[in-house]
């Protein structure tokens, strides 16, 4: 038996190792990975067997004959409801290797079904009707029991319609944050399982919790509307003790629980916290605390909805961070009352979460002074720029304890629960002795779904690896247990468009799996008569807000995600269940689009969102895009019908494959008919319009090159600064690729004027903006309503930084989904002297990397890693015959000519006007010279003027060109552009990548 090959990392369906405690299937599937070792090894066979809590095999699987390691099906008997199990595997290679047992990997399931729950729901507050409640405090509820001697194990399943805290004899249950979360409550209700064994002591505990309002009752949306779920906080906990003699025993929520309030006095997700440390006593979470003048709590039953395992991690706090600046200000910070001190914060990064402050007694805080804690994204001419929160407030208010006092002897903390923030600055304001505060009594609490990192990037640029930090970043504190739009304003949802667009760079980033799963059957459930709502789950549908019957309305790009996102976690961790699950949402949310378009299958009219955010759009009309909205919008009836038939085949669904192929056809053609010229040209004549039709094959035979290269022209004669929104922009990169445009790809990714990816890293952005200039250059908060700093949505282009830059991709064949076969495609340029991508793929960690050794005479080295299981498509970038490899270290090397391809002669006076702008240290020098003669206020203009004449000379463009209105310049710019010329070539223009 050899020791080189060893399975590590056994999974139970999309839960990371060891998460499977509490989980929500009889038959959870099995992943595995195998540790690098032998080179080429494959599975060629693998062994399961299930071992009991104390170690002993009780069921073994026949050996199965494959080379499948990732959500295998489960080959035991199914479990029942909180039986627990260990699972060993065993695999054995195509050369015979064959590896020991894995170590045990403990499975657990949950409550299986409705009727395993005797706990009911119990709440504090009167019933009411959705609407707007009078605030109220958290409510503590609590209840006391025994524990007889002999307890083996404990389990809490708990969930609640609010947000929970729960503590055992004092003692937190679990770090999750906000649980249990938000899911489409009206449907689902998600539980959590924890293991409290250790929690409790033979004899008298005690169980409490804390209710906040959250999602269920809290504000959502704008326009003041609260508690669109109901009006009561209400507790769901049953807590199972099992003891050695075999017999089990529930302590559950019913009536004998009893309440009072807390010293939460408010909370609210948008408006922030309240406390009143004065009246915080942690005894009533202890055994012997005397409840007898508590209120009895009242029963409510169990909910409506399912109640339902988690798929996804938790909310948690994953890392601190310490102010890089502390400022006492002069004068009261915003919103602060006169003659309050006001010190405020840098973080030194946007952050999602909540800030935490100790407060020394050696301060001297007096008791009944009130701190108030003040969070925005950015500073606007050195004031706290609040205007992007809109209505909601930020604020977490603080009412103190004297240090005199027996319970506040130390220090205070001044801490949330119940809300979060999006935010780099804070203003924390209130008595004198605040100016004492430093960096050491502050910290910025940083919370997000805690899902594992799964990719890297890093490169020879500084603000590309910038940018690629903020992509993270922005996908981190927007995933807080939905795809959020924004973390900071009155907003905070989860719209489908932007999380379809940012799926296959949220999937690279991390293992987002479940996370996908758990949200999908939330798109699922709110979806009506096919249409997929904007946000999920859904508080915008209905009268006031968008649709008068309260059905939602269903829009291109965005009720995509109920089609997009189940085929983007099938290709990228290969779980055919996702499709098969998903399959009637998809099917139901195609067949209300065809309804929509009607017989000529031309999906026109009606509300769009559009290019969400093109930056020619206005401030004050975001869906004011080039892009005609119908021409988007039948593009994507035409996708839709092509991914169903993508899924079907997956499923085995021929005759549904072969339906659903003839309408993706019959929508292209109607597409092409209406919008496509019989040369390429689409309808529209803008970025966007192109990328669809490229990258979605909506073009007629032999016009998509020159369609392609329109794209380019108009990426040139923009100056190579970006003219998508929302839908274009994680197309325009690939469209551009696909046509033989990557030199311009990389000029559009590498620029640094605004509008550009970069633009905002050159600001000091640390996450991604919602718009392009959210910040204008000026320092001027960008006037239009929807200004977010942390808008994952535009970093949707990290995905082709990842599979073409550096050229990490999972293969397009769906028999090798989930990154069995990697394709290694990479396209370098841009002036970049190396790129690397890693990515913990199901089969095991993957690398590529990218770098150059001299300058044009010298070498291209590419170094790839394979996981065993695996094996990858190699394709250099010179254009020779890709070839393929199995697991294993693998290096390759190219003359740096062969693998950036000829640069062409130096740009002269003779040369196309199109050469010129595809060079970039030409251009660089040129631009200059024609702004100073008016040609354009920028070089982006100047570009765009130019624009008639790419296929003239640069000498006739020179002699041409004008400033608006006025006569050309002749002579005299075509000296200044022949002097710029020539300032670029003895810089070396052109060069191995092309420049910047």
């Known amino acids: 038996m050899s020791t080189q090959v060893r399975v590590v990392s056994v999974r139970v369906e999309h839960q990371r190792a060891g998460g499977g405690l509490g989980i929500g299937e009889a038959a959870p599937r099995l992943s595995w990975q195998v540790a690098p070792g032998p080179r080429d090894w494959v599975q060629e066979r693998y062994e399961v067997r299930l071992l009991d809590a104390g170690g002993e095999v009780v069921e073994t699987a026949a050996p199965v004959v494959s080379a499948e390691q990732v959500l295998v099906a489960w080959p035991f008997t199914p479990l029942t409801s909180g039986q627990r199990r260990l699972v060993q595997v065993r695999a054995t290679g195509a050369d015979g290797s064959t590896s020991e047992w894995s170590e045990p990997e403990p499975v657990e399931a949950g409550l299986l079904e409705r009727r395993d729950w005797t706990a009911v729901l119990v709440t504090a507050d009167p019933a009411g009707e ?31 319609q609010g947000l929970v805290e729960a503590h055992l004899n004092g003692r937190r249950v679990g770090d999750e944050l906000l649980a249990p979360g938000w899911t489409a409550y009206r449907s689902r209700l998600r539980y959590r399982t924890h293991d409290v064994t250790d929690l409790l002591v033979e004899g008298d505990n005690a169980l409490g919790a804390l209710l906040g309002n959250g999602w269920w009752r809290g504000r959502l949306a704008w326009g003041g509307r609260r508690a669109l779920y109901g009006t009561q906080r209400a507790l769901l906990a049953q807590l199972e003790l099992t003891y050695d003699d075999g017999t089990s025993e529930r302590v559950i929520t ?35 605390f005397d409840d007898a003048g508590w209120d009895a709590v009242t029963e409510l039953g169990l909910p409506d909805a399912d109640l339902v395992a988690a798929d996804s991690a938790p909310v948690r706090a994953v890392r601190t961070v310490r102010p890089v600046a502390v400022e006492v200000l002069d004068a009261p910070g915003v919103g602060a009352d006169p003659g309050q001190t006001t010190v405020r914060l840098d973080l030194g990064e946007n952050v999602v979460g909540h800030l935490r402050v100790r407060v020394r007694p050696e301060l001297g805080p007096q008791d009944g002074d009130r701190v108030v804690v003040r969070q925005a994204e950015v500073l606007e001419h050195g004031a706290l720029g609040v205007r992007p929160l809109r209505t909601a407030k930020c604020l977490d208010t603080y009412d103190l304890a004297g240090s005199s006092s027996a319970d506040q002897a130390g220090e205070q903390v001044l801490e949330p629960r119940f809300t979060f923030h999006g935010f780099r600055y804070a203003e924390v304001s209130g008595p004198a002795w605040l100016a004492g505060l430093t960096a050491g009594d502050v910290e910025g609490v940083v919370i997000t779904s805690d899902l594992e990192l799964a990719g890297g990037f890093s490169s020879s640029e500084p603000l590309l690896d910038q940018l690629h930090a903020n992509v993270l970043r922005g996908w981190q504190g927007n995933a ?129 969102f559009g290019d969400w955010l093109d930056p020619t759009a206005p401030p004050e009309d975001a869906a004011a895009a080039q892009a005609d909205p119908d021409v988007i919008a039948t593009a994507h009836l035409a996708r839709g019908a092509d991914l169903l038939a993508r899924t079907a085949r997956v499923l085995g669904r021929d005759d549904d494959a072969a339906h659903w192929d003839d309408v993706a056809r019959r929508v292209r053609d109607a597409f092409v008919a209406e919008y496509v010229t019989g040369a390429g040209r689409v309808l529209s004549d803008c970025p966007t ?25 108009l990426v040139r004669t923009s100056g190579f600064r970006i003219s998508t929104g929302f839908v274009g922009t994680p197309l325009v990169t690939d469209a551009l690729t696909l046509t033989g445009h990557v030199d311009v790809a990389h000029r559009l990714l590498l620029q640094r004027r605004v509008p550009s990816w970069l633009y905002p890293v050159t600001m000091g952005a640390t996450t991604v903006w919602e718009r392009w200039d959210s910040m204008l250059p000026d320092g001027t908060i960008n006037p239009g309503e929807m200004t977010s700093f942390n808008h994952y949505a535009l970093g949707a282009v990290a995905d082709w930084m990842h599979r073409t830059l550096v050229g990490l991709a999972p293969s397009t064949d769906p028999r090798s989904a989930g990154y069995r076969e990697l394709v290694v ?113 920028d070089d982006g203009e100047a570009a765009r003027r130019i624009a008639p004449l790419l296929e003239r000379s640069v000498r006739t463009m020179a002699l041409s060109a004008s400033a608006p209105g006025s006569v050309p310049s002749g002579t005299p710019l075509l000296q200044a552009v022949e002097r710029a010329l020539a300032t670029a070539a003895a810089a070396g223009g052109g060069g191995a990548g092309g420049g910047r």
Do not use: N
């Not at 006095?265 to 915080?280: F, I, M, N, T």
């Not at 998903?582 to 026109?604: F, I, K, N, Y």
């Not at 039709?693 to 380019?712: N, V, Y």
């Not at 693998?890 to 702008?917: E, Y």
């Open 825 to 937: 495609a990479p396209r370098p340029g841009g002036g970049l002297t190396s790129a690397s991508a890693w990515h913990d793929t199901p089969y095991g960690r993957a690398d590529v990397a990218w770098s150059v050794d001299g300058a044009d005479g010298g070498t291209w080295h590419l170094d790839v890693v394979v996981p065993p299981g695996a094996r990858a498509v190699v394709q250099l970038p010179d254009g020779s015959e890709p070839v393929s490899v199995g697991s294993g270290e693998h290096s390759f090397s190219l003359p740096v000519a062969a693998a950036f391809g000829d640069t062409g002669a130096p740009v002269g006076l003779d040369s196309p006007v199109r050469a010129l702008l595809d060079d970039a240290r030409a251009w660089d020098a040129v631009a200059p010279a024609l702004v100073d003669a008016g040609v354009g206020h």
């Open 254 to 288: 019913d009536s004998s629980w009893r309440w009072s309030p807390s010293e939460v006095l408010d909370d609210d997700l948008y408006d922030g916290e309240h406390v009143d440390l004065r009246r915080r006593d942690e005894a009533w979470l202890s055994a012997g």
């Open 689 to 713: 319009v192109y990328a669809v039709a490229i990258c979605w094959d909506l073009l007629p035979e032999g016009s998509r090159q020159h369609a392609g290269d329109r794209l380019a022209d």
């Open 480 to 608: 807080v247990d939905v795809p959020t739009d924004c973390p900071q304003r009155d907003e905070r949802l989860g719209w489908t468009g932007d999380a379809q667009v940012f799926s296959p760079t949220a999937s690279f980033l991390t293992r987002s799996g479940g996370f996908w799963t758990s949200w999908l059957k939330d798109v699922a459930a709110d979806q009506v008569d096919g249409a997929v709502p904007f946000v999920v789950p859904d508080v915008l549908s209905g009268p006031g807000v968008f649709g008068s019957d309260g059905a939602p309305v269903p829009a291109a790009a965005w009720g995509d995600a109920g089609v997009v996102i189940p085929w983007v976690v099938f290709e990228r961790t290969g779980d055919t269940a996702v499709l098969e699950r998903q399959w009637p949402s998809m099917v139901a949310w195609v067949e209300r689009l065809l309804r929509e378009a009607g017989e000529d299958l031309l999906w026109s009219g009606g509300f769009q």
């Open 130 to 160: 959705p609407g707007a409640p009078v605030a109220s405090p958290a409510p503590r509820l609590r209840r006391g029991f025994t524990v007889r001697p002999g307890l083996r194990s404990a389990r809490l399943h708990l969930t609640a």
